[in-house]
């Protein structure tokens, strides 16, 4: 199929019909609105549910509903409209129902702004409401992942009964990229035998997001466990340049000694910052994490065993940040560039970050003996102390 | 390599978006990589819009520039913005009709176009926006006029059909003012 | 001889097919279990059982579920006309209804109830108000009572600090998406008798698509309001009846 050139809001909607979804449910917040638009054109059109809430606290819950009724559903939304969602979130993952929510982030906290950002790394990926659970977060870097991605998160939420979130800045929902979109699929034929469609011809079905006994929670919630364990075996992507092998370039060698870790917006303009830092002769690669959830955390460890140091990059104050020295656990220094309120970092502030990075562990600290060195560069000019007062 | 990061900016209504998009568009479907990214939010306010451009043919990491190889700046508050981040070497194609105040920043090349007296010459203000794709086309290079003629044929909303010739003739016009050689200010 | 008439038994009470022979966990003398059975049975009458879904709240009839052979969802606390929402829009052959209290649809859940019956969702809606939060332990309630004591109003609701109750057949009558909306009481077996016709027709309103229906029903709660059940229903007759007018607020016939 020719490609198209999209919107990456429009690209993730016009995917998610092609996946089959059969009813949406959103609240207009910017930056995803042309998602919700978009919607609100195209199914009706193919006689699905679209349906423009009362506010994302409705809106999820809807979702809910519809998930219950076993049917291909979605909304999407922006971080304070995903705030609002967080208490139906757990309700469904409680519930064990499928259902894929798009999160296009936007500057916070508060109202913040409407600029692009990366704020909702601890919201989506540690804890999308109360409770113990883990969406899958699956975090695109350009529109075509966008689409893809879409497809996947409705695989990966009926094939293991989750949430899985799309989670994307306003960057990734605004600009336009050239995506070729995948054939129409088929709508299920029948809904899931566990599904709330009324008990004719069989015992009932009852969807019960509580258990009052201890040991009956405590049981639901191991099993929730072990699907998250299952779901982090099985499911971690990531894509790497510059790193090792296949793809490292002939140029600098077939192991990056350093290693930028970024994803989704912060992700690709990092690589722009990659491919400068290798001008310089520094041999540097990316790793981009595209699951969030289920977090590639063996992969980083695995890395550490021979980087020299490693740069984060996000569009936050250091979310990403915090898994990623999890995973380095104390092998190899972990840096920080974040840029926040909006601001997009450059791809010559990341590499002036590399640079950096590069002088302070090409000399010979024995980082080993000296126990970890966890360095992390200041994120904004440092205030002086207030008199005064404290 | 080929990598190339163009600004379009000027006011609402003067065709920054369609203008870049159909750049995109041509990219596309001369077999490139292409990102195009709008400014949004707070920025618009005050009615000046403007859009990034990157064409290569790799992957392309940054959707945004700090410095742009080239701007096409249909106003004058475009070229007040944009004259100190065009790259050293770049471009500035800025719009001479409005902008009387010519930049004047050295080291990079400064190219007026008199594009809104030549769209209303062919008999459409609307017509700038071609005028100066025409003209950067021509002097960047980046994509032969004709593909960029292909994709006004496949991408000119059906309202605006009739308009077809007069776009091709504007990019054309645009295409032969910029045929003088250039020189660094 | 004297002819005998032959013995038959007749039966005169049974268990609706759409109640389970699960015993409920309520307290005694709580108007829940006659709620729960007269839908019971409106849903037997009307030979719906197999399409029937329930929606149940967050409150005391949080297990609802378990006492109706049908097929069930607990929904969060007052999101029960969204989660409704979502079932009905997707299977709009199925008869999808929530049961909430009045703490679940007055309060938390004021947006979505309200919502729901503007746009005019073909759904029912079985509104139980007994004037408190029962399960949390009896605090106040947008429906408590100008002076009544409650666990979080131990004065009594002042009005001029607490707010008036919240009328919500009067309020919803007004949107025009709603097509029925009726006030029935539990306190006697004349209004219980009345309340299970209306609730009936609040079905018949979603079978027949005309849009939005609710019936509110009095209720008591013995254990919060700290009465006798028997005087519990008295109370409701004086007390909450003439701030809670019986009747219909809205029969509309066309869809
Ligand atoms: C978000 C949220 N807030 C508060 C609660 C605690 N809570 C559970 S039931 C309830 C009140 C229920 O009262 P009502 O709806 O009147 O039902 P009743 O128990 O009286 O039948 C409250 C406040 C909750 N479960 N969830
Ligand atoms: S607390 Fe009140 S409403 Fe709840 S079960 Fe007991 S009597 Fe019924
Ligand atoms: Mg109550």
Redesign the interface.
């Known amino acids: 199929m020719a490609k198209q050139l999209m919107k990456g809001n429009e690209a993730i909607a016009e995917a998610a019909i092609r996946a089959g979804v059969e009813a949406y449910f959103g609240y207009p917040i910017t930056p995803q609105t042309e998602l919700l638009e978009y919607m609100s054109k195209r199914m009706p059109e193919l006689g699905r549910v679209f349906l423009q809430a009362e506010s994302e606290v409705a809106a999820i819950n809807m979702v809910y509903g519809a998930a219950c009724a076993g049917r291909r559903v979605m909304t999407s939304s922006s971080s304070p409209g995903i705030s609002l969602m967080q208490e139906g979130l757990s309700y469904i993952a409680a519930s064990n129902v499928p259902a894929v929510i798009v999160d296009v982030m936007r500057g916070g906290p508060g109202l913040g702004n409407i600029a692009p950002s990366q704020s909702d790394y601890f919201q989506m990926v540690k804890m999308a409401g109360h409770g113990d659970y883990k969406p899958i977060v699956l975090a695109p870097a350009t529109v075509q992942e966008a689409v893809d991605l879409t497809v996947l998160a409705f695989d990966l939420a009926e094939q293991y009964r989750t949430i899985v979130t799309v989670l994307l800045d306003g960057m990734l929902g605004q600009m336009m990229e050239p995506v070729e979109l995948p054939a129409m699929r088929a709508l299920p034929a029948t809904p899931p035998a566990w599904a709330i469609t009324g008990a004719a011809g069989r015992a009932k079905n009852v969807v019960v997001p509580f258990r009052l006994q201890a040991d009956e929670l405590e049981a639901l919630n191991f099993d929730l466990q072990r699907k998250i364990a299952d779901i982090a075996r099985r499911e971690v992507r990531f894509k790497e340049y510059f790193i090792d092998g296949a793809n490292a370039d002939k140029v600098h060698g077939d192991r990056a000694e350093l290693i930028v870790v970024a994803f989704g917006a912060a992700g690709r303009v990092a690589l722009s910052a990659v491919k400068a830092a290798r001008q310089q002769g520094i041999r540097v690669g990316l790793h981009r994490p595209i699951t969030l959830s289920p977090f590639p955390d063996e992969r980083l460890s695995q890395l550490a065993d021979e980087a020299r140091g490693f740069l984060v990059v996000e569009m936050n104050a250091g979310q990403m940040l915090e898994d990623v020295k999890l995973s380095v656990g104390g092998q190899a220094p972990v840096r920080f560039h974040g840029r926040m309120g909006g601001q997009v970092p450059m791809p010559d502030d990341i590499a002036q970050e590399i640079e950096k990075l590069d002088g302070m562990t090409s000399r010979p600290i024995d980082h080993k003996i000296e126990g970890p060195v966890v360095l992390r560069a200041a994120v904004g000019p440092a205030r002086k102390p207030e008199t005064g007062r404290n | 390599m080929m990598h190339y990061d163009f600004v379009f900016s000027g006011f609402g209504g003067q065709g920054v978006l369609f203008g870049s998009?159909l750049l995109?568009?041509a990219a596309?479907e001369a077999g490139l990589?292409?990102?195009?990214?709008?400014s949004?939010?707070?920025e618009m306010r005050g009615g000046t819009a403007n859009c990034t451009v990157v064409i290569s043919d790799e992957?392309?990491?940054?959707?945004?520039?700090?410095h742009p190889s080239a701007v096409v700046a249909l106003n004058y508050p475009s070229v007040e913005k944009y004259e100190p981040q065009v790259a050293p070497g770049g471009l500035l194609l800025y719009n001479a009709s409005l902008v009387l105040r010519p930049p004047t920043r050295v080291g990079i090349h400064c190219v007026p176009i008199p594009a809104s007296d030549v769209a209303a010459e062919l008999g459409n203000a609307k017509l700038l926006n071609m005028v100066m794709l025409g003209a950067l086309l021509q002097i960047t290079g980046v994509l032969p006029i004709g593909t960029v003629e292909q994709s006004l044929e496949a991408h000119l909303p059906a309202r605006r059909r009739d308009m077809l010739e007069a776009n091709k003739l504007a990019l054309r016009r645009g295409a032969e003012l910029a045929q003088e050689p250039l020189v660094a200010a | 001889m004297i002819p005998v008439e032959p013995f038959t038994e007749q039966v005169v009470f049974q268990r609706p097919r759409a109640m389970s022979a699960t015993p409920t966990t309520y307290c005694p003398g709580c108007m829940h279990g006659v709620a729960h059975r007269l839908v019971a049975e409106a849903i037997d009458e009307l030979g719906i059982r197999e399409r029937a879904i329930l929606v149940a709240p967050v409150g005391c009839s949080v297990f609802a579920y378990n006492y109706f052979e049908i097929d069930g969802v607990v929904a969060a606390h007052g999101r029960a006309p969204a989660v409704a929402t979502g079932l009905k829009r997707t299977q709009p052959d199925k008869i999808v209804f929530t049961y909430q209290g009045d703490g679940d649809l007055a309060s938390i859940g004021i947006a979505e109830i309200l919502h729901a019956a503007g746009r005019g969702e073909n759904l029912t809606v079985i509104f139980v108000n007994n004037a408190v939060y029962g399960m949390t332990g009896g605090q106040m309630a947008p429906t408590t009572l100008p002076g009544m004591k409650t666990t979080s109003s131990p004065l009594g609701r002042d009005t001029r600090t607490m707010g008036h109750p919240m009328k919500m057949c009067e309020l919803l009558s007004q949107l025009d998406g709603a097509a029925f909306i009726a006030r029935r009481s539990l306190h006697s077996p004349a209004e219980i008798r009345r309340a299970k016709k209306a609730i009936v027709e609040a079905f018949k309103t979603q079978m027949e698509g005309r849009g939005f229906s609710m019936v509110e029903l009095l209720a008591s709660c013995p254990t919060n309001w700290d009465m006798k059940p028997v005087d519990a229903l008295k109370w409701i007759e004086t007390h909450m009846v003439p701030i809670y007018p019986l009747g219909d607020y809205k029969t509309r016939v066309e869809s």
């Open positions: 998009q995109a568009y596309m990589h292409v990102t195009w990214i709008p949004y939010g707070p992957e392309i990491g940054a959707p945004l520039v700090r």
